[in-house]
């Protein structure tokens, strides 16, 4: 009988930049909003923080996903809430919600997760059969 063991290495969620980089964000952008007044809050601040929520939440359910299509599709989702940020980023900071560093570095941290999302999509496309 052979106990050799499996030497494949497989890819976990956590293995994915733009995954821990989206959900690092999150909840940087969460520690942020909850300090604001309700009606900041209740306006840009839940739109921020789901749009936020949903680059990591949508890599996680991509990932989860067996055919390279849907995987893809929700990749695609993330880029769409990405986008979004940085809008809620920019309204959040003109507002006077964002003290300047906080607004660079949510700037700085979506320009992170851009190339990243761009790579993973390129790698299910390239790497995954079906």
Same mark, same amino acid.
Request: net charge positive; charged share 35%; with cysteine.
């Given at each position: 009988?052979?106990?050799?063991?499996? &030497?494949?290495?497989?890819?976990?969620?956590?293995?994915?930049?733009?995954?821990?980089?989206?959900?690092?964000?999150?909840?940087?952008?969460?520690?942020?909003?909850?300090?604001?007044?309700?009606?900041? /809050?209740?306006?840009?601040?839940? /739109?921020?923080?789901?749009?936020?929520?949903?680059?990591?939440?949508?890599?996680?359910?991509?990932?989860? +996903?067996?055919?390279?299509?849907?995987?893809?599709?929700?990749?695609?989702?993330?880029?769409?809430?990405?986008?979004?940020?940085?809008?809620?980023?920019?309204?959040?900071? +003109?507002?006077?919600?964002?003290?300047?560093?906080?607004?660079?570095?949510?700037? &700085?941290?979506?320009?992170?997760?851009?190339?990243?999302? +761009?790579?993973?999509?390129?790698?299910?496309?390239?790497?995954?059969?079906?």
């Amino acid at each position: 009988m052979n106990d050799k063991k499996d &030497d494949k290495k497989y890819l976990n969620l956590n293995d994915i930049d733009a995954y821990k980089l989206s959900f690092h964000l999150s909840n940087y952008v969460w520690n942020k909003v909850i300090l604001w007044k309700w009606l900041a /809050q209740k306006t840009v601040g839940t /739109q921020f923080i789901t749009a936020s929520d949903s680059i990591s939440a949508n890599i996680a359910e991509g990932f989860g +996903r067996y055919f390279k299509k849907d995987k893809i599709k929700f990749y695609r989702y993330s880029q769409g809430s990405l986008k979004e940020c940085f809008d809620w980023n920019e309204k959040s900071y +003109r507002r006077g919600l964002l003290k300047e560093e906080e607004y660079q570095y949510i700037f &700085d941290e979506l320009e992170k997760i851009e190339p990243a999302l +761009r790579r993973l999509i390129k790698f299910t496309n390239d790497k995954l059969k079906f």
